[in-house]
């Protein structure tokens, strides 16, 4: 074969891994796929976390308005992800966070004091300067959860796929449970690039779903968490639980 100039320069893409969560290009090798990875590897503020002994605290409530969306819904070939359309908010004192976006893991991603759940919902959100929040949701298996009905029958099982459906509404608030205590720490994405300075909301309450919902996501995807990280000192918090 003739030396071919083009073939060389392609050759490096081609054998590009993705990042994923096999032997090959999970977790554990991260930071070696990319220089942009390397956070992965060498920052100490990472999540997720295992829950232990947080700290009862009297913390800045959370408000909620999340607006109704028509479903679009993705198989990025690491989860299942459903994009949220502008004008959905959090706000934490006095800042505005918006939802972009919200997926799940399984099993869960955080544990509480060494146990995991059989899945966790992240919704991320993002302040006018950037600052990454997310709100993390254990599901736990139960009930049938009515909530996840409109869009849980168009999970997308292809790597790559989309589902784009104006008839299907939601409204992620609907997908949260009824009391919203919360643990809270800083952290990062638990994903690459595995960026810091992410302010984590973990639910105390979870969400349950039937064994069958939960077996619908599994088959798509399962072991989509990372392995829980060093706390390294920092602040974790939980809110006072109130008397009713
Ligand atoms: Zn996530």
Redesign the pocket.
């Given at each position: 074969m003739t030396y071919n100039k083009k073939e060389q320069k392609v050759a490096p893409h081609a054998k590009e891994i993705c990042w994923g969560y096999e032997a090959k290009n999970g977790p554990d090798v991260w930071a070696q796929l990319n220089p942009e990875y390397r956070l992965c590897c060498v920052g100490i503020h990472q999540s997720p976390i295992d829950i232990v002994d947080p700290a009862p605290t009297k913390l800045s409530p959370i408000t909620f308005n999340y607006q109704p969306t028509s479903l679009n819904i993705h198989n990025t070939g690491n989860?299942i992800q459903v994009d949220y359309h502008k004008g959905s908010w959090i706000e934490v004192e006095g800042t505005k966070y918006h939802l972009l976006q919200f997926?799940?893991?399984a099993p869960s991603?955080h544990q509480v004091a060494g146990n995991l759940s059989d899945m966790?919902m992240?919704l991320?959100h993002k302040s006018e300067d950037s600052t990454l929040a997310?709100i993390?949701v254990f599901i736990k298996s139960g009930n049938i959860n009515t909530a996840f009905n409109s869009f849980w029958q168009h999970l997308p099982s292809a790597q790559g796929e989309s589902q784009q459906i104006k008839e299907v509404i939601l409204n992620a608030f609907n997908l949260l449970p009824s009391t919203k205590y919360t643990y809270r720490y800083n952290g990062s994405?638990?994903?690459p690039p595995c960026s810091e300075n992410v302010k984590w909301f973990v639910l105390t309450t979870p969400i349950e779903m039937s064994h069958s919902q939960i077996a619908a996501f599994k088959a798509i995807f399962s072991g989509n968490n990372r392995p829980v990280q060093p706390l390294n000192g920092r602040e974790l918090l939980v809110d006072i639980i109130k008397d009713r």
């Open positions: 989860t997926h799940f893991h991603e966790e992240h991320v997310v993390g994405l638990t994903t």
